[in-house]
């Protein structure tokens, strides 16, 4: 895969642990990328080399920076790092951008854009909401947060929503939000399953209506079961994985365990401790492996399983394009003492 060096020009507060990063274009190998779609950091952390999916939050037609947007996790090594020691000027090496939660515009359809997204999840959404306003589609983001100081992108959305009053449609939604002294009113309380049907009964046509879902797990299930009850053809409802959830019940059978690792034409002995995936295991070990986002969907992390039984966690976006003898080594858990792996 491709890899740049990016200069940061610029690094704005959007709330009190969120910034946005805004990187310069190369100036000879111009990155192209597709509204929805991320680029992975590559960065050396206390001796150690991390690699993290961004997404985008700029749009390629509206932007001339190639931004992403970084919220503070607790004990995030990486958005730590990137919110506390990176600065303007600093270069950062990034491979180019993936992902198939994207919005093509040559993709013919001529109905509205419904974006749903809590919290950071709004940051492939707004680069989606950019590049569809801008080709005059009608949007409509229905947006949830804690409270209004929490809420990502909050003023800008206000301006896009003047700036597009006639196409935009804004319904925010606020979990600890009492008093409200803006212009636009909000809902109190999580987008669920009833509310989401009362903001989808306002609208007439939805049969071409594209939908794009970002955020926790629990609101991308409720908002597609909502959707697919309207008669939303599954086909037209995008959803973007921004976390690996891992149940317990799931990994029941699963054992601490060594796991052999060949790549290279080396064989590397791994302690792969309960609750770990394969990948998780090679990095700690200091591996050089390939991989992105984590979540069973960028491919990048694939191995062919060489012997012993291996339990795949998380990776329902494209089973399909596994070959029977494949793995994804970040999904990927023991179940036996006698797993090897194979990175060819
Ligand atoms: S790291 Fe992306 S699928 Fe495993």
């Known amino acids: 895969l491709n890899t740049y060096t990016l200069k940061i020009i610029e690094i704005r507060k959007e709330t009190e642990d969120t910034s946005t990063i805004s990187f310069k274009q190369p100036a000879l ?27 985008f939050s700029s749009a390629p037609e509206t932007d001339a920076t190639l931004d992403i947007t970084v919220k503070r996790m607790s004990h995030g090594i990486v958005s730590n790092h990137l919110l506390d020691i990176v600065k303007v000027g600093d270069a950062i090496e990034v491979m180019g951008p993936m992902g198939e939660f994207i919005y093509n515009k040559e993709r013919m359809h001529d109905g509205a ?12 959404l707004m680069s ?40 935009f449609s804004l ?46 797990v ?15 053809k599954p086909e037209n409802i995008f959803t973007e994985n921004f976390e690996h959830k891992v149940d317990e019940n799931q990994l029941k059978e699963v054992r601490t365990t060594f796991v052999n690792l060949k ?35 960028c491919f990048l992390c694939k191995a062919t399983k060489l012997s012993g039984n291996i339990k795949m966690v998380g990776n329902e976006t494209a089973p ?25």
């Open 171 to 216: 319904f925010n939604f606020f979990t600890k939000e009492k008093q409200f002294e803006n212009k636009v009113a909000f809902f109190q309380g999580r987008i669920d399953a009833e509310r989401i049907t009362q903001i989808l009964a306002l609208y007439k046509d939805k049969s071409d209506s594209l939908h794009y879902i970002c955020g926790p």
């Open 263 to 297: 790549k290279d034409g080396q064989r590397v002995k791994l302690e792969v401790i309960k609750g770990k995936s394969i990948l998780e295991a090679g990095l700690d070990q200091q591996m050089d492996l390939a991989y992105s986002c984590q979540t069973g969907t």
């Open 29 to 55: 190998k111009k990155i192209t990328y597709l509204p929805g779609q991320y680029i992975t950091l590559i960065l050396q952390i206390n001796n150690r080399k991390y690699r993290r999916p961004y997404s």
């Open 113 to 124: 854009l419904f974006m749903w997204g809590a919290g950071s999840g709004i940051t492939p």
């Open 128 to 167: 989606i909401l950019k590049t569809a306003l801008h080709s005059q589609k009608k949007v409509t983001l229905i947006y949830g947060n804690r409270n209004l100081r929490q809420t990502i992108f909050y003023d800008e959305l206000l301006k896009i929503k003047e700036q597009y009053s006639d196409r």
């Open 218 to 232: 629990e609101l991308k299930k409720v908002v597609k079961a909502v959707l697919l009850q309207n008669d939303i």
């Open 320 to 344: 399909e394009k596994l070959g029977e003898d494949e793995c994804l080594l970040c999904c990927s858990y023991p179940l036996s003492d006698d797993v090897e792996v194979e990175i060819k």
